[in-house]
């Protein structure tokens, strides 16, 4: 690697762990567990996944969406019992490595990775506008007195504008690292009073220290974990496969998801062990990356090198950090991610995409990102099945050998009904010839659905004959005829 591509990749690492800083924090009191445990989650995992995982450029850390699926934990049982269930979490994702099941990504539809990539857009720029509210008393949140509110929307303009403009001019230098720095110029500049990162928590810290969850090793400690990991294990996977998949077609790259599953699995262990909370692929820093040039691994290792460094020697200085300057540029980044042609693209694509385009953004808005999936997921399988049932169709015609059916389609669970009503046994002839040679036998019912059929000519003394069968149809339909009705078959 030449010195250069060195210089791009830490400073896209260092850009990059700049970024985590706040959002980890703000992750770490959403899960109700000191900032420290997101901050050694965050750069543990964000190492590993970087030095062992299967796509380089990427940038994992403590993630929101593990965060409220933990905070209940927390409130309910304690910190500890988290530590156990992160464990065990990693440990699941291992096994799912291990079984090779990464390539299920392969299963999500297009338009369930545009909903993905909206609905996570809007709740990065969402997860934003906490910055702008304060507490006045326990209980009581509202917005920053407007001065306050001005002052903190201008220094977010500068980065906005700044990041948004400096690669049109370079792209020697990341932008949103440009950005960062020059609403901190500012604000020391013009001795602006403004929240800073330390306003929200000291992330200063040590080395973090080898830990054994203080929680009973028992059947009952297992079933308070169990539900928890797997749903934390299935969120992690999925944003971060989901992640992985867009960065992919970003970069015109390949990768290797089952080696990222079986990273962020061991970062999810690691973590534990050493006082973290659960994390995966993050989209907003991972784009940070991008943008910056980071393509490599280096920019991954650089990221959590430099958070430990900010944890362990530059917490007085990162605190000095405005806000406002992170702030601004994860909504540059909220703007990136978002898929602006699929608005323009709704009235060209069938209108069962566009629903679950949306019905996916929603969900990932409202609930998590695990649920939005499988319900777009769901939603896109039916629908498929409901078109290719539609396609199924039968000719019928006489020959001197008798009357002859003639299939063409996909025959399985939804078109099985429309199958059986295309027969009349009653009234054909005494030899019936169904024709496969344009039509697939897919499932269990369509077997079923040919079984029955072939018990309904039998029934009238008649006998029905199937031919042009493929080798595989044919053995699945001898191995279902226990009853001796479609034995012997025709040749054809």
Same mark, same amino acid.
């Given at each position: ?56 450029? %990427? ?62 857009? !809007? ?20 917005? %920053? ?104 077609? !970003? ?190 036998? %897919? ?50």
């Amino acid at each position: 690697m030449r010195v250069s591509e060195v210089r791009i990749e830490v400073l896209a690492g260092l850009t990059s762990a700049l970024s985590l800083v706040p959002e980890v924090v703000g992750f770490a009191l959403v899960a109700h567990v000191n900032p420290l445990t997101g901050l050694y989650a965050a750069f543990i995992i964000c190492l590993v996944a970087a030095a062992m995982g299967g796509r380089p450029g %990427m940038i994992s850390g403590a993630a929101g969406s593990m965060a409220v699926v933990s905070a209940a934990l927390v409130l309910q049982h304690g910190v500890e019992y988290l530590f156990a269930t992160i464990i065990l979490t990693g440990i699941l994702q291992m096994i799912f490595a291990w079984f090779r099941l990464g390539k299920l990504i392969r299963m999500v539809p297009h338009p369930v990775m545009i909903g993905f990539v909206n609905g996570l857009a !809007i709740v990065i720029a969402s997860a934003q506008l906490q910055h702008f509210r304060t507490r006045s008393s326990p209980g009581l949140e509202g917005w %920053m007195q407007p001065s306050a509110l001005l002052t903190m929307l201008g220094l977010v303009v500068v980065t906005v504008v700044v990041t948004a403009l400096l690669p049109k001019l370079t792209k020697a230098f990341p932008s949103a690292l440009a950005g960062i720095l020059a609403a901190t110029a500012c604000a020391f500049a013009l001795k602006i009073h403004t929240r800073t990162v330390g306003d929200l928590a000291s992330i200063k810290g040590t080395l973090p220290q080898f830990h054994l969850p203080s929680v009973p090793y028992d059947l009952q400690t297992l079933r308070i974990i169990l539900p928890y990991a797997l749903i934390l294990a299935t969120i992690g996977l999925v944003e971060t496969l989901l992640t992985l998949n867009l960065i992919d077609e !970003i970069t015109d790259t390949g990768s290797q998801p089952n080696r990222e599953s079986m990273a962020q699995g061991l970062g999810n262990l690691v973590g534990a062990f050493f006082g973290g909370m659960g994390g995966c692929a993050m989209i907003g820093q991972s784009m940070i990356n991008l943008n910056a040039g980071g393509r490599r691994r280096l920019s991954g290792i650089a990221a959590g090198g430099f958070l430990l460094a900010f944890i362990l020697f530059g917490s007085q200085w990162i605190e000095k950090i405005p806000l406002a300057a992170l702030v601004g540029v994860m909504f540059v980044v909220a703007a990136e991610t978002f898929s602006w042609k699929s608005l323009t693209g709704m009235a060209r694509i069938p209108k069962h995409d566009t629903l679950v385009m949306l019905v996916v953004t929603a969900v990932t808005v409202l609930t998590n990102l695990a649920v939005a999936v499988i319900a777009g997921i769901v939603i896109a399988a039916l629908v498929f099945a409901w078109d290719h049932a539609q396609e199924l169709e039968i000719t019928v015609f006489q020959e001197e050998k008798g009357k002859v059916y003639r299939l063409r389609g996909s025959l399985f669970f939804a078109s099985a009904t429309q199958f059986s009503g295309f027969f009349d046994p009653k009234n054909d002839p005494d030899e019936v010839f169904l024709e496969f040679d344009e039509a697939r036998i %897919m499932d269990s019912s369509a077997l079923e659905a040919v079984e029955a059929l072939a018990f309904r000519y039998r029934k009238l003394d008649k006998r029905l004959h199937l031919l042009g069968l493929s080798n595989h149809c044919d053995k699945l339909l001898r191995r279902k005829d226990g009853a001796g009705l479609l034995l012997p078959l025709s040749e054809g």
